[in-house]
């Protein structure tokens, strides 16, 4: 039986390059079996990976057939994974972020959770001497995750070590880091394409502070004014979207990547609560500037408060 291995709903770079990077492990250095899959179209900057490294975009999960062998990369969380994920054979579980609980597996499995910036980082790791075999379109996809999830290194959750293999994989491609990851954050930063309600689910988790739910959106950019220049359109989609998909409110954080801070949108006096709660700050305007936010697992996510 073939594994599908997938990662979390609105995928990123690293929830479409990690799925490919351990379905190679597994197919051509373990032997078994395995696909990768997507839970929903990957952002602009993860198909800019594909179309890089020449790697074919994974295929939609579709529905999930009872007993299908499954590993889970880039989340735990059973909220950004199939509904009846839990009717899968789960075999293995990769991740870098907190453990959330409510998976349930048929026996003993492999579970690594480390705390890392990248998925793909950890999964290097576990291949140990045979992350050597890696073609360069492995590489590439490796690369791009850490670049990604650590936004050139100017992620708080940035550790050494991921550090210390982007620039390992960049020198044995021949890549130089800030000419590629300025391509990559330029292919991220163009959204001029999407719906409001689009942007606003594509790099989204849900999360719950004190019984009220979130869509916590982030959007990573080298052109904040892009997005920013929507802003009455997007607060305005907010409702539609909060309704749409089982949720309170939408938080939508815009993250300009070269000044290191975030732009919350503050439509209501909810998010105002929380902004100035969360974050002391006080909201004068239906925007408020965080200076040094930059990552939603380690700034955003565990400060959310009511």
């Not at 360069?136 to 550790?159: N, Q, V, Y």
């Not at 001029?192 to 990573?220: H, I, N, P, Q, W």
Request: charged share 25%.
């Amino acid at each position: 039986m073939t594994t599908l291995v997938f990662g979390h709903k609105s995928p990123d770079t690293d929830s479409t390059g990690s799925p490919i990077i351990w379905a190679w492990y597994m197919s051509e250095v373990q032997g078994t079996a395995a696909e990768p899959r997507l839970l929903g179209e990957p952002n602009t900057e993860a198909n800019f990976m594909l179309k890089r490294w020449n790697l074919d975009k994974p295929a939609l999960l579709g529905d999930l057939t009872e007993g299908t062998k499954v590993v889970i990369v880039d989340t735990n969380n059973p909220a950004e994974l199939p509904a009846n994920i839990n009717d899968a054979d789960i075999t293995g579980i990769i991740d870098h972020h907190k453990l959330v609980g409510g998976l349930e597996t048929r026996g003993p499995i492999d579970i690594t959770i480390r705390p890392l910036a990248c998925t793909a980082t950890l999964m290097h790791d576990l291949m140990s001497d045979d992350a050597a075999k890696m073609p360069d379109a492995i590489k590439g996809a490796m690369l791009s995750c850490i670049l990604s999830d650590t936004l050139e290194f100017r992620s708080p959750t940035t550790t050494a070590h991921d550090k210390a293999l982007a620039e390992k994989l960049a020198g044995e491609l021949g890549i130089d880091i800030a000419e590629y990851a300025a391509e990559m954050f330029a292919a991220k930063s163009d959204v001029s394409a999407f719906s409001d309600a689009e942007l606003l689910r594509m790099d989204s988790k849900e999360y719950a502070v004190g019984g009220t739910k979130f869509r916590v959106s982030v959007l990573e950019t080298t052109s904040p004014k892009m997005v920013l220049d929507r802003k009455d359109s997007l607060m305005q989609s907010m409702a539609t979207v909060a309704a749409e998909d089982g949720v309170d409110q939408v938080l939508l954080f815009v993250v300009d990547i070269l000044n290191e801070e975030a732009t919350l949108l503050v439509p209501n006096d909810v998010v105002k609560q929380v902004a100035e709660k969360s974050f002391a700050t006080v909201c004068a305007g239906d925007t408020v500037i965080l200076p040094g936010v930059m990552s939603r697992k380690k700034q955003i996510i565990p400060n959310l408060a009511m």
